[in-house]
């Protein structure tokens, strides 16, 4: 039996209303895709810049001021530019790769087909969404071409000196505006986004979709949409606080008496501390909201290739939910050499400390799954596998850093960057790849090359360890982290660290080329995909054509009789899996 | 005239259907098919999607509005340079104004939610009620414009002090979410003309304008108190 249905918009056949301006949730899907992959391009070209300087200090890179010829007067980086360069690198990378390319393109594209709808209930706020994000991005890549250069006040926006204006530094009058600007802006799309995730999930699950039902990423979608939420809707008041600061004269984040370059500021009043916590009640939550999506595809990808189900669904569904709950309870332990009350430190140590219990839980979850499974390795599970192995490296750094007392001496240091780099930029950029060689065939009908995507892996995962696992070295033999340059007698000596690190930067980031040629390639001339060569059980793989039609589902709704995740059952016509949306019996799975 | 339209019905209209849009299938997990003998396939409730949208939205807003006061708590405690503000009196008769609003909101969704044939005479007293909150909430956001202008003639500008930067920034984000809920109730009368209007619709519009209504009243009484 099956509900016959028709799509609530009719399919465009221009041109603009067809691709640019669609309403189609799978073409807003591939859209933040190709604005996550410019992002991440650029992001990528930015650290390779700054890596090349902190090796090799006075380094002339050829052809560099043609970005910015104050920044980098006859090719060589100034320490401001170094900053700007940094700002740049982590805000493109937070917000336009690990929020927009796991939540916001994957999102898009499958939440609705997994929980069997044709669209997102709100089609016109979907394409907003999008648009509003791409004018967030224009706005900030535009602070390049200013002529003092985008903001150097590090993604974090540190108030008093990101509420100051041009005294504060290049780029810390228009470019700060800017910047501030960019991220509002860019809360809204994510917001309308976000509202259209959960209204997806809650009302448009097809008949027998049962919230028990619904594949772990449709959980992890819809968690983090309940995240990002709260998360958001805090740091855009925080922007607009910002920006009254600069262009309004007000003073919420700087303070009476502030001198700054022999000048004493106009401001009286404001709290610096003030910034810190509104702008980490959105921060912890926001590292929670590029790992969840992540999470949910390598349990996806994860189960499709060990051919049996996770040990429990469930508990993976409560561990990411009470992650969520917590995440925003933590955001202090950001700000444990802030000068905040170190009673309120304690107070945010301890739920840091339980938040790695549901963490551990998933992961003992994957890995014991793996146990006597049948693997089937190819470039998506091995990412999956990637990502587990850069989620444990970087997480067990954690439980250094939620201590106050070892914080404070790790906390201005490389520690933490190797930290943060593994826990959550690598461990989602590996989700990310592994979501990318699993849903490729689905979303442009071909498939991507397996052998390219298997030596792009071992590349990209020996890499990303020879850039990160030093970072730790580096952090715990002191080396500051911000500095553009190393210049003290201490710190000498692990110049040749940082230039065996610049390199494998280099190399990593070649082998990224690898998967873009792949992508290409495959994009025009891959093989032509199967509906399911994955043989997966979810709605997905159930869609009439590949890719999926205009409606999805081809006017007919599916109906499901299955948990998502039969896999390693008999199935009387051929096969270890029964799909969500066939009719047949099986026996009980025991989860 | 227009045609006030039913809720989505648990079975699910086809699409040419010309009382709008069909329904979103016939909701969630309703019905849900139960596999292997299976009993936890459940038989959940699936709200029209605008009324789940219309929480979302509330929650976010209230969100917004919660970092709005904690940053004014905390940059009340920050320095000494907070002065007392004497709000215009204006600003009291805007607050009736806002809560006649709802009232006859009220008033229209109720008459509208009872309406099964209407005759044409019942069906504009429906709509009066709604265009009345209409002009309401106009002469709300026009009356805030005046106390803006009255505080700006008494030398209290934005960046005066702490407590009129926070005054202004509340109550022109108040506005904006008031001219957002101006923009719902615009919407719920062109689609009631078109024929076309779900009461998930208008009850997801009166229940926001409801809800910045409420917001305002606690924002009156944080500004009351701190500023």
Redesign the interface.
């Known amino acids: 039996?099956a509900?016959?249905?028709?799509h609530?918009h009719q399919a465009p056949t221009g041109f603009i209303r067809k691709y640019v301006f669609s309403l189609d949730h799978k073409v807003i899907g591939k859209q933040y895709y190709g604005l996550a992959l410019v992002a991440v391009v650029i992001g990528m070209v930015l650290s390779w810049l700054m890596r090349l300087h902190l090796g090799w200090t006075n380094l002339a890179i050829p052809g560099l001021h043609f970005l910015s010829s104050a920044g980098a007067p006859g090719n060589i980086m100034t320490p401001e530019y170094y900053l700007q360069l940094m700002t740049m690198h982590g805000t493109i990378m937070v917000f336009f790769v690990l929020t927009t390319a796991p939540f916001a393109a994957f999102g898009n594209f499958f939440l609705p087909i997994q929980v069997g709808?044709e669209d997102m209930?709100?089609p016109h706020f979907n394409m907003m969404s999008f648009w509003v994000t791409f004018v967030a991005f224009v706005v900030l890549i535009s602070s390049f071409f200013l002529s003092d250069g985008p903001s150097l006040a590090g993604w974090t926006q540190y108030a008093p000196l990101s509420a100051l204006g041009a005294v504060a530094g290049p780029g810390q009058g228009l470019g700060e505006i800017l910047w501030a600007s960019s991220i509002g802006i860019f809360c809204i799309g994510q917001?309308l986004g976000?509202?259209n995730f959960?209204?997806?999930t809650?009302?448009?699950?097809?008949?027998?979709?049962?919230?028990?039902?619904m594949p772990l990423t449709v959980w992890a979608w819809f968690i983090t949409s309940c995240m990002g939420?709260?998360a958001?809707?805090?740091l855009?008041?925080?922007c607009?606080?910002l920006v009254?600061d600069h262009v309004?004269?007000?003073?919420?984040f700087v303070?009476?008496n502030l001198v700054v370059n022999d000048q004493l500021q106009p401001h009286?009043?404001?709290?610096t501390?003030?910034w810190q916590?509104?702008f980490w009640?959105f921060g912890h939550p926001e590292v929670y909201i590029a790992i969840i999506p992540a999470m949910g595809i390598v349990s996806h990808v994860l189960i499709t290739s060990i051919r049996k189900p996770l040990l429990s669904y469930k508990v993976i569904i409560a561990s990411m939910s009470t992650i969520a709950f917590l995440s925003y309870m933590v955001y202090g332990h950001h700000m444990f050499v802030s000068g905040m009350n170190p009673m309120s430190s304690l107070f945010f140590s301890f739920p840091t400390l339980i938040i790695t219990i549901p963490a551990t839980i998933i992961v003992l979850i994957w890995i014991g799954s793996l146990y006597r499974s049948r693997l089937r390795i190819n470039a998506a599970s091995l990412f999956a596998l990637g990502f587990i192995s850069m989620f444990v490296t970087g997480g067990v750094s954690g439980f250094f850093l939620a201590q106050p007392s070892l914080d404070i001496m790790l906390h201005a240091t490389y520690f933490v960057v190797g930290h943060f780099h593994l826990v959550m930029a690598v461990a989602a950029i590996f989700g990310i790849f592994s979501g990318t060689y699993f849903w490729f065939p689905k979303m442009f009908g071909r498939m991507m090359n397996d052998t390219l995507g298997k030596i792009h892996f071992w590349l990209t995962f020996v890499g990303a360890y020879c850039i990160f696992m030093p970072f730790h070295y580096l952090g715990m033999a002191g080396n500051v982290r911000r500095y553009e340059a190393f210049v003290d007698d201490y710190l000498q000596p692990l110049i040749p660290v940082h230039r065996f690190i610049t390199v494998a930067a280099l190399i990593t980031g070649a082998a990224q080329l690898i998967f873009l040629y792949n992508l290409f390639h495959s994009r025009f001339w891959g093989k032509p995909a199967p509906d399911n060569p994955w043989e997966g059980t979810s709605l997905e793989w159930s869609t009439p054509t590949t890719p999926p039609p205009f409606d999805n589902f081809g006017g007919t709704?599916p109906?499901?009789?299955?948990d998502p995740y039969q896999y390693g059952v008999e199935n009387t016509t051929g096969g270890d899996y029964v799909m969500q949306t066939s009719?047949q019996?099986?026996?009980?799975t025991g989860d | 005239m227009g045609t006030f339209v039913q809720d989505p019905p648990a079975i699910?209209k086809?699409?040419e259907d010309k009382l709008g849009?069909?329904a979103?299938?016939?909701?969630?997990?309703?019905?849900?098919?139960p596999?292997?003998g299976?009993l936890?396939?459940?038989q959940?409730y699936?709200?029209?999607?605008?009324s789940?949208?219309i929480w979302?939205?509330i929650?976010?807003?209230t969100?917004?509005f919660?970092?709005?006061t904690?940053?004014l708590i905390?940059?009340q405690g920050?320095?000494?340079?907070?002065h007392h503000l004497v709000m215009p009196r204006l600003i009291y008769a805007n607050t009736l104004v806002l809560l006649v609003s709802s009232v006859t909101l009220e008033i229209s969704r109720r008459k509208f939610k009872a309406f099964s044939a209407p005759t044409v005479r019942e069906f504009r007293r429906a709509e009066f009620w709604l265009k009345l909150t209409l002009a309401l909430g106009v002469l709300f956001v026009v009356g805030q414009w005046f106390v803006w202008m009255q505080l700006r003639a008494e030398g209290l500008y934005?960046?005066t002090n702490?407590n009129s930067?926070f005054f202004y920034?509340l109550t022109v984000?108040h506005a904006l979410h008031i001219f957002g809920g101006l923009c719902g109730l615009v919407y719920v009368v062109r689609r009631l003309n078109r024929g076309l209007l779900h009461k998930s619709t208008m009850d997801a519009a009166s229940r926001f304008w409801h809800f910045v209504d409420v917001l305002w009243i606690y924002l009156m009484v944080l500004l009351w108190i701190k500023i």
């Open positions: 039996m509900t016959h249905a028709v609530h709808a209930p709100f917001l976000s509202l959960i209204t997806t809650l009302d448009l699950r097809t008949k027998g979709m049962s919230l028990m039902r939420l709260g958001f809707a805090v855009m008041p925080a607009i606080f009254l309004a004269g007000t003073s919420f303070p009476s009286s009043g404001g709290s501390l003030l916590h509104l009640f709704l109906v499901v009789y299955h009719p019996q099986v026996a009980p | 699910p086809p699409r849009p069909p979103f299938t016939d909701g969630g997990g309703r019905d849900a098919v596999a292997e299976s936890h396939s459940v959940d699936s709200p029209p999607p605008a789940t949208a979302v939205v929650a976010a807003v969100m917004t919660a970092a709005l904690s940053a905390v940059r920050a320095s000494l340079d907070w934005l960046a702490p930067s920034v984000a």
